[in-house]
């Protein structure tokens, strides 16, 4: 039984196809090329080499056998010995012996069999379907002979400076907008204070301030001096202003210490939580308009609370003191 045509199919999907008992065939991959001489352009191509070495049986011609003939194992691999045997024969006779769409065999001089594949066969799936071709060189074209055509660069460098004008008449109005347009007006300007990261220092607060019911600010820069009135073996500090809830009176009076004036008491509620972590005893207090003051501390004297407002003023820009 031929059993090449086994051989061949295994190709397609096999790099190596060993025949048990005469030699394994090795498909190598070779790339497209191209032989200048004859103008000739070759597809890839799995080429097909011969290794007597490799003769023992993996299996893989023998299951083939079977599974195509369906016929068992052992029957299979009868008829790859018997196939050998006869290939073995012609040989040691001299005789050629051909492998369709393989090869060709031969013994040497030296009794070494020699393989000669057929090149006309590719095996290669993916250049099922391409051939070699001829296409002849092209002849008659110099490079040289190119035509130039002179391009006069005056209109693209008058074209380029219309592009640039135009640029700037439309950029330099929009810049001269964008810078005049924040100094006069407030559209840019932000509504938090520039010097206080505070985020409770909002436009609610400065808004509020001026709403508060009879406030007067205390600023250090403007205190009259304390001036001294004899009356008795005692002295008196000039009367200093402070803004007052109640009227005053002889009993004992308390300064508060304000950092904020909020309509949320939700917001009067946060910053106390802030001062509280910075060690501070916040109260909140309901002024008359509604509003949720918020007091750092209270103070018993009042250059005590004039000197902390001085302290946490920098934190808290136009804290103020209010006496109650």
């Not at 790099?15 to 991959?29: E, K, M």
């Not at 010995?81 to 012996?97: Q, T, Y």
């Not at 001294?228 to 210490?257: H, R």
């Amino acid at each position: 039984m031929d059993i090449t045509a086994f051989i061949r199919e295994l190709f397609f999907s096999h790099d190596c196809v060993i025949v048990p008992g005469f030699g394994g065939f090795i498909g190598n991959y070779t790339p497209g090329r191209i032989d200048k001489t004859t103008s000739t352009f070759y597809p890839p191509v799995k080429q097909i080499s011969f290794n007597r070495n490799l003769n023992h049986n993996d299996g893989l011609l023998v299951g083939k056998i079977s599974e195509t003939s369906g016929i068992n194992y052992g029957d299979a691999r009868k008829i790859v010995d018997e196939f050998v045997i006869s290939v073995r024969k012609k040989l040691e006779k001299g005789e050629k012996v051909v492998f369709d769409n393989v090869g060709s065999f031969i013994n040497n001089q030296e009794g070494n069999i020699q393989f000669e594949p057929d090149r006309s066969v590719n095996y290669h799936l993916d250049s099922y379907g391409l051939e070699s071709f001829q296409y002849p060189p092209l002849e008659g074209y110099d490079v040289r002979k190119r035509i130039v055509r002179h391009i006069d660069k005056k209109p693209a460098e008058r074209s380029l400076t219309r592009k640039i004008l135009w640029r700037a008449a439309v950029i330099v109005p929009l810049l001269a907008l964008m810078i005049a347009v924040p100094l006069r007006t407030d559209l840019f300007k932000s509504k938090i204070q520039e010097s206080n990261l505070n985020p409770l220092a909002t436009a609610e607060f400065e808004n509020n301030k001026e709403a508060v019911d009879e406030m007067v600010v205390i600023e250090p820069a403007k205190t009259e001096e304390i001036s001294s009135v004899s009356s008795g073996n005692s002295e008196q500090p000039a009367s200093t202003t402070v803004e007052t809830f109640l009227p005053a009176n002889n009993e004992t009076s308390l300064y508060y210490l304000i950092t904020g004036s909020f309509k949320s008491k939700e917001n009067a509620d946060y910053q106390a939580d802030i001062l509280t972590k910075e060690g501070f005893s916040p109260e909140i207090i309901t002024a008359p308009n509604g509003f949720f003051r918020v007091s750092a501390m209270r103070c018993s004297d009042l250059n005590a609370a004039l000197d902390n407002k001085e302290t946490i003023s920098k934190k808290y820009p136009g804290a103020w003191v209010k006496k109650i």
